[in-house]
């Protein structure tokens, strides 16, 4: 069994910061791609940023505001948040992915494996 966990959410004032990391544990398993994304209430889940070997991607809200690294020898996954707004609140899942492609990297069908979220709240 594959488990992804998640930390690092929490409660921040606009304009603030947080790190959020996602760590891979259980059986052995490589992960092509690793992604987070983020359901505000009400809303459907959306893709908010991912990593693979070859490069990051972003959604087109992030403008610059968030990076995302990977640690492959922790199996770790961390997105750095800057500049947040509100507009960022929400439940923020991290995902996993074995067989990642660049023009479904955004997509959630392409994850197997997803951890339990953590909730991001953005106060005004």
């Known amino acids: 069994q594959v488990q992804l966990v998640e930390s690092g959410g929490g409660l921040v004032q606009a304009g603030g910061s947080l790190r959020l990391s996602c760590t891979i544990s259980g059986r052995t398993f490589s992960a092509d791609a690793m992604g987070w994304f983020r359901q505000a209430p009400g809303k459907e889940r959306e893709f908010v940023a991912a990593?693979?070997?070859?490069?990051?991607y972003f959604a087109d809200f992030v403008r610059g505001r968030f990076t995302i690294s990977r640690d492959n020898a922790a199996n770790t996954v961390t997105l750095e948040m800057n500049s947040l707004e509100p507009e960022d609140t929400a439940v923020y899942y991290c995902?996993?992915?074995?067989?990642?492609?660049?023009?479904?990297?955004?997509?959630?069908?392409?994850?197997?494996?997803w951890g339990q979220g953590t909730q991001v709240t953005v106060s005004s």
């Open positions: 990593i693979r070997s070859i490069g990051a």
């Open positions: 995902a996993a992915s074995s067989r990642a492609t660049v023009d479904a990297i955004r997509t959630e069908r392409i994850y197997d494996y």
